[in-house]
């Protein structure tokens, strides 16, 4: 391969356009007049207001948002704690297993974790009476289990590149192990226990079938609503609601993604000065 | 550790290890337990609608009541065979076409020079945030009947009818392509921006013909992060549900939506345990060696 490469440039350029042209068809398409989804028949919002008065949407968004909010929060302390566990702890027994266990969740088939979560519950429940009901609870648990996986992740990816230098000076200086991490480790990977909250949230906002195996009869998150319609076909109503949603996630990820660089170049700005 | 460590040290160390690792153990580790122990068990028409492991009573002073019946259900009904073996095709032929076009892009962008690279890389992550299930469901608008690729061929004479293209097996390759891709581009761009471009210039002076130079130097060079590619497509794909359930047509079976169906629509958990233990059986050396990478790149 030359380095002229106008063959990987195309395949690039069509890749791009594979990626993104379906989310943005399904953009336009939130705007269209006719009910009969995939023809156009005007511009329209009347699917944006259609879905501000349907409360079983907007009752199941709520309640995604608040299991994706507590699961990511918990995950997040878990698996930074993770991260230093395998990262900042050296030895002990049972490291290896705990290795796997941190990286099996990220490859496991959803419908494996999904049942075996639920048949858990369902156990638990026998012989111990907890958790009474399965619902918003038994989904938070789920979440937290596979999404603590990719904090773990993103945290110690960031601990192995880290200089230990800062933390090595204050064990040096007398410092007590909680006392370091807490002022010297933390604030160095809290970039990456904030990317790893993101994607933990997006995660459990995402996830349809842990979700559909752990929730009992009553909760409903949003991709079950969701899953439930477009089964069907193409829904109007659906269109609009992604539009929405991949429009928050777009802007909320570039300007992470933005400032995240901007720290980068700041960080490496400082340390390139005498 | 320069200080001596002292309680308060030690109970901070117990608290680091021991809070994930006892999660991982209840929630992870044990739930699989509970599926091999329940795959052995008889479907009942009660709550829990399974049978019991042992018999507890005193009459009998615990007896094993495990049952084989649901593994040689599996093995005498086509359906399940069907399903596997379809679900292996299905998600290798799916991750051999997202290397195809990931390994292009993958180098392109490694070729690409700051500060356009970090925009292309962000073009490829950004899919990986927005919901996956709102990713298939926009391929149901662009392949339905009406959907935009039908109207396209129609108005350019391609075709009179509409084609079924949704609800298809090629739609179902389509979709496992469309959202694994960026898994495949990742670990290959993280191998291939190291490459050093200077290796090609000397194999191409020592007059290697451009093809030989990828075959001997990029391709080996980038082997760990095709292994890595193909396996984090490849594990997730074979058990993938939404995406079959979604595009693929009534045949389009896979073991995930047959599972999913045989706990949902037939309520039978024995079953769908021994399913998700064969399942799990068929992913475990990919698996482990996903795990070796891990810590490989890890060390």
């Known amino acids: 391969m030359k380095r002229s490469p106008t063959f990987l440039y195309s395949v690039l350029c069509f890749g791009y356009a594979f990626l993104y042209l379906p989310i943005l068809v399904l953009m336009v398409y939130s ?23 349907n409360d079983q949407i907007l009752g199941a968004a709520l309640l995604s948002l608040q299991i994706a909010v507590v ?3 918990l995950a997040t302390v878990l698996g930074t704690l993770a991260a230093l566990g395998l990262n900042r702890m050296g030895r002990y027994r049972g490291r290896t297993l705990f290795t796997g266990m941190i990286a099996a969740p990220l490859v496991m088939p959803e419908v494996i974790t999904g049942l075996s979560l639920l048949l858990l519950f369902v156990s638990l429940q026998e012989l111990t009476g907890w958790p009474g009901s399965r619902g918003a609870n038994t989904i938070t648990i789920a979440h937290i289990t596979f999404s603590m996986a ?11 590149a880290m200089d230990h230098a800062l933390e090595e000076a204050a064990m040096d200086l007398g410092g007590r192990p909680f006392a370091v991490t807490r002022d010297i480790t933390l ?4 970039p990456a226990m904030a990317a790893g909250w993101l994607l933990a949230f997006t995660l459990s906002l995402d996830d349809l079938v842990i979700a559909s195996f752990t929730a009992g009869a009553g909760a409903s998150t949003l991709p079950m609503v969701i899953f439930s319609k477009v089964k069907l076909g193409v829904t109007p109503e659906i269109n609009a609601l992604a539009t929405i949603i991949i429009a928050i996630v777009s802007v909320g990820v570039l300007v992470a993604g933005w400032t995240m660089l901007r720290q980068q170049r700041q960080l490496a700005g400082e340390k390139t000065k005498p | 550790m320069v200080v001596n460590p002292g309680k308060g040290d030690r109970l901070w160390r117990g608290i680091v290890i021991a809070a994930p690792y006892v999660w991982l153990l209840l929630f992870f580790l044990v739930p699989f337990g509970i599926v091999l122990k329940i795959s052995f068990a008889d479907p009942l028409v009660a709550q829990p609608p399974f049978s019991a492991f042992f ?6 002073g615990g007896k094993v009541l495990a049952t084989l019946d649901n593994y040689r259900f599996l093995l005498e009904d086509k359906l399940y065979l069907v399903s596997y ?28 020079p700051y500060p356009w690279r970090n925009l292309l890389l962000l073009l490829v992550i950004l899919p990986f945030w927005t919901s996956f299930l709102l990713r298939v469901y926009a391929w149901m608008v662009m392949l339905g009947k009406q959907g935009l690729i ?5 108005s350019v004479g391609l075709t009179e009818e509409p084609l079924q293209m949704l609800y298809t097996d090629g739609a179902v390759y389509l979709g496992i392509v469309y959202t694994y891709v960026p898994f495949m581009i990742l ?12 290796l090609h210039d000397a194999a191409a002076d020592l007059g290697a013909r451009p093809l030989q130079v990828f075959r001997d130097i990029t391709l080996p060079m980038a082997m760990p992060g095709i292994i890595a590619g193909c396996l984090l497509v490849f594990i997730p794909a074979l058990g993938e549900y939404v995406i079959p359930a979604l595009l693929g047509g009534l045949d389009s079976l896979m073991i995930g939506r047959t599972l999913y169906d045989e706990f949902f629509v037939n309520r039978d958990w024995p079953l769908a345990s021994a399913v998700a233990v064969v399942l799990l059986l068929i992913l475990i050396l990919p698996i482990m060696l996903f795990q070796r990478l891990q810590q490989e790149a890890e060390a």
């Open chain 1, 31 to 53: 705007f269209n007049d006719s009910r009969l989804a995939t023809v156009w028949g005007g511009f329209s919002t009347r699917w944006y207001s259609a879905l501000l008065e």
């Open chain 2, 150 to 154: 039908n109207q396209m061929l129609m």
């Open chain 1, 150 to 160: 990719y904090v773990a992740v993103i945290v110690q990816s960031r601990l192995a």
């Open chain 2, 187 to 198: 670990p290959l761009y993280a191998t291939l921006e190291r490459l050093d471009l200077n």
């Open chain 2, 85 to 112: 073996l379809k679900s292996i095709q299905i998600a290798l032929i799916s991750t051999l076409l997202c290397l195809l076009l990931g390994f292009p892009m993958a180098y392109a962008i490694a070729l690409t």
């Open chain 2, 55 to 60: 018999d507890w009573s005193a009459e009998t």
């Open chain 1, 187 to 190: 604030p160095l990977i809290s």
């Open chain 1, 71 to 73: 699961s990511a929060t």
